[in-house]
């Protein structure tokens, strides 16, 4: 058996809104895959249905060669799932959410405590384990969910937004983690993510998922180079109709793909040096003023853009409705 997640025109509706739409796409074997899209994308939904705790209203998913629908159990002893909401229990130690988990995951009594050791080990969270986790860091939190995930070993693990609401030192930290996971356990790991970042850092595939769709699946370098290898940013003085102007720019040699938004212009080339002095050449022909031009390396911030037509919004919106969220849910517990 070569993957380890297979789904086939998967689809999950709720009343009017498809959150996922026909989405077709497998993951091998030890490979990290990652979504990468904005709020309301799917992300959440399709992993849901990887997990079993979610029916898709059409389609099928196989993990590590169990149908999700046919054979759910099956499907759980072999999975480890990192929700997006922390699971844990603040009022207990580190060491005691371990033990609850290993308990709840139907781990023999006699593993428990050489399995609760190795994951803290391995996420470096041995000399706090016996603090209560209202004493514990945002990150020291999620490293805790991430091992209560690892507890039973599955062969694929999934991450739902590992670092999200995290700073960016925490987040890297998160990520040296993940690593050392897929290379220590030989996992699968499927994790979805906001961050273009994270995305390029950790994944050797990604899926690019908007509006319940996926857009492109490739390798985070694919992507780059099949924009070309750089990218122009043109800022006009106003926001006037451009349109003859981009018709123009369509025409200049060595460009691949143009997106608009406002009065910024992206252009997506091959090469950027040639394509700048036609830019101006053509700015002046149409009395069309620039005030800033720059020529950068695309990120996976300009690959969606490309594949998608807009930018990925961290929407503060959406991360407030969850914060609510997790609020509540800690206080009806
Ligand atoms: N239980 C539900 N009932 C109704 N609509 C839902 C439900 N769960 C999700 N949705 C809707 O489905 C769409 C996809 O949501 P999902 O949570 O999968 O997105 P996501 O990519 O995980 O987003 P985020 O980055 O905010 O976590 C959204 O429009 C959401 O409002
Ligand atoms: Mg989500």
């Known amino acids: 058996m070569l993957h380890s997640i297979e789904t086939r025109s998967l689809t999950k509706s709720f009343g009017d809104v498809t959150a996922v739409n026909d989405i077709s796409f ?28 979610l029916k898709p209203t059409s389609g099928n998913a196989v993990i590590c060669g169990y149908d999700v629908m046919t054979n759910p159990k099956k499907v759980r002893e072999n999975i480890g799932y990192v929700q997006q909401e922390s699971t844990v229990d603040e009022y207990l130690t580190g060491r005691e959410n371990l033990l609850l988990q290993a308990k709840l ?3 023999p009594k006699k593993e428990i405590n050489k399995r609760i050791d190795e994951v803290l ?23 805790l969910d991430i091992a209560g995930g690892l507890l039973h070993r599955p062969k694929v693990l999934f991450l739902d937004e590992p670092t999200v609401g995290l700073d960016i030192q925490t987040r890297r930290k998160i990520w040296k983690y993940i690593k050392k996971i897929h290379t220590e356990f030989e996992m699968t790991i499927f994790l979805s993510t906001h961050y273009m970042e994270e995305a390029d850092q950790l994944c050797d595939r990604i899926g690019i998922i908007d509006g319940g769709k996926i857009q492109v699946i490739d390798s985070p370098e694919n992507m780059k180079n099949a924009m070309g290898n750089e990218v122009i940013s043109i800022i006009l003085e106003n926001d006037k109709n451009f349109d ?3 018709v123009e720019l369509k025409k200049i040699e060595f460009v691949k793909k143009i997106n608009k938004d406002g009065s910024k212009i ?3 080339a091959s090469n950027g040096t040639e394509v700048i002095p036609n830019v101006f050449q053509i700015s002046a022909k149409q009395n069309i003023k620039i005030t800033s031009i720059s020529l950068t390396q695309p990120t996976l911030d300009d690959v969606f853009v490309s594949f998608t037509g ?9 991360f407030n409705r969850k914060r609510e969220h997790a609020k509540m849910k800690r206080l009806r517990a």
Do not use: C, W
């Open 244 to 246: 003859s102007f981009i």
């Open 266 to 268: 992206t252009l997506f």
């Open 310 to 318: 807009h930018e990925i919004r961290d929407n503060d919106a959406g």
């Open 26 to 53: 497998t993951v091998d074997n030890g490979e990290i895959f990652g979504f990468l899209g904005p709020n309301g994308a799917g992300k959440s939904t399709t992993m849901m249905i990887l997990t079993t705790l």
């Open 121 to 143: 080990q391995l996420i470096e969270l041995s000399e706090k384990q016996d603090m209560t986790v209202v004493t514990y860091s945002g990150g020291m939190r999620k490293r």
């Open 105 to 107: 995951n139907h781990i």
